[in-house]
């Protein structure tokens, strides 16, 4: 797969050949900081073992930045895999079809044409790997569940999508801020970026079936696109009918499809988004838990509160208590 990154800028800055080329993957080690003519934050290139590769970009753009991806047709041994937190939604474009996301984690083999932009004065925290699948064997030492067994097979080829759970939101708000002694800097990222691959191993293991091994970027497009559309009213859920009109799939497609890419069906995905954003509302606080279960379409509030405290294990109100204290 061939990368190509275009900063949308007027003139043109000394430092800005050396961000580019860092943005993709270089063997060694690069830390550059954002040239001031056109953001502030820094990135991070390094290999963390043998054949273990690790981007780390958390930046602020004055201007926009263009991500143009071309398939290969080579057969690709390695597993990519991109945890990205956006600040506001990046717009990508998949064979001609615009997709909003935000956040999430990304592992993939095949190839997809792509073209994401990502608009002016907006924050970017993403880490991108590139494993070896061979790698991927040894950090997992042979005692692989079905499901991840699945992603080491050679020459097979995956797209899977997983959310980006607290603790993983926690590691990438520590990558901001690395150490200021230059001799930690390294094993920080070293670190970090095995701990994200631990927390996204244990949540793949939850899983069961295998990996989509649709070659159809198209199908996958829709797939995101249904979700967009599921989580667009979070008080409302879409019928499945009306979700597979709107990206043009059977219903027994779309079903299928969904589950392979997410981990779980539409409506499963529905609640844990509804979870997740009544976990958001009551840490901000001024609304009571009835009024954030109202605001979510719930018409039971006990069984929000279960639902709640299913997901997170602690019950709505004392969630809030504790966050507000």
Do not use: W
């Not at 270089?26 to 991070?44: K, M, Q």
């Not at 071309?70 to 041994?77: G, I, M, S």
């Amino acid at each position: 797969m061939l990368i190509h990154y275009k900063i949308k800028t007027g003139r043109r800055d000394p430092g800005l050949d050396a961000f580019e080329q860092t943005l993709g993957f270089r063997t060694g080690y690069r830390n550059v900081r954002v040239p001031a003519s056109i953001g502030e934050g820094r990135l991070v290139s390094m290999d963390i073992s043998d054949g273990f590769h690790a981007n780390f970009q958390f930046y602020r753009l004055n201007v926009p930045l263009q991500v143009i991806k071309e398939a290969t047709d080579e057969l690709n041994e390695s597993v990519f895999i991109v945890f990205y937190q956006l600040e506001v939604p990046e717009t990508a474009y998949i064979q001609g079809t615009e997709l909003p996301y935000d956040q999430g984690v990304n592992i993939y083999t095949q190839p997809i044409n792509a073209l994401l932009e990502f608009p002016a004065h907006t924050q970017r925290d993403v880490v991108c790997m590139r494993i070896d699948r061979r790698r991927l064997a040894d950090l997992l030492a042979g005692e692989e569940e079905v499901f991840t067994g699945e992603l080491l097979r050679r020459g097979e080829s995956f797209f899977v999508h997983e959310q980006v759970t607290p603790a993983m939101r926690s590691i990438l708000g520590e990558l901001r801020t690395p150490p200021e002694a230059k001799n930690l800097q390294r094993l920080f990222y070293q670190v970090r970026a095995q701990q994200l691959v631990y927390l996204l191993m244990e949540q793949l293991n939850k899983r069961t079936g295998a990996p989509v091994k649709s070659n159809n970027p198209e199908e996958i497009a829709k797939v995101f696109k249904a979700r967009h559309l599921l989580t667009g009213d979070l008080a409302a859920p879409p019928t499945i009918a009306s979700l597979a009109r709107g990206v043009l799939m059977s219903e027994s497609q779309l079903k299928q499809a969904f589950r392979e890419v997410f981990g779980v069906s539409i409506y499963q995905y529905f609640q844990q988004a509804r979870m997740e954003r009544a976990r958001e509302l009551l840490a901000e606080g001024g609304r009571t838990v009835t009024e954030v279960g109202y605001e979510l379409g719930f018409t039971n509030i006990g069984h929000f509160s279960r639902l709640f405290e299913r997901a997170y294990n602690v019950k709505p109100k004392r969630f809030q208590l504790e966050r507000l204290a």
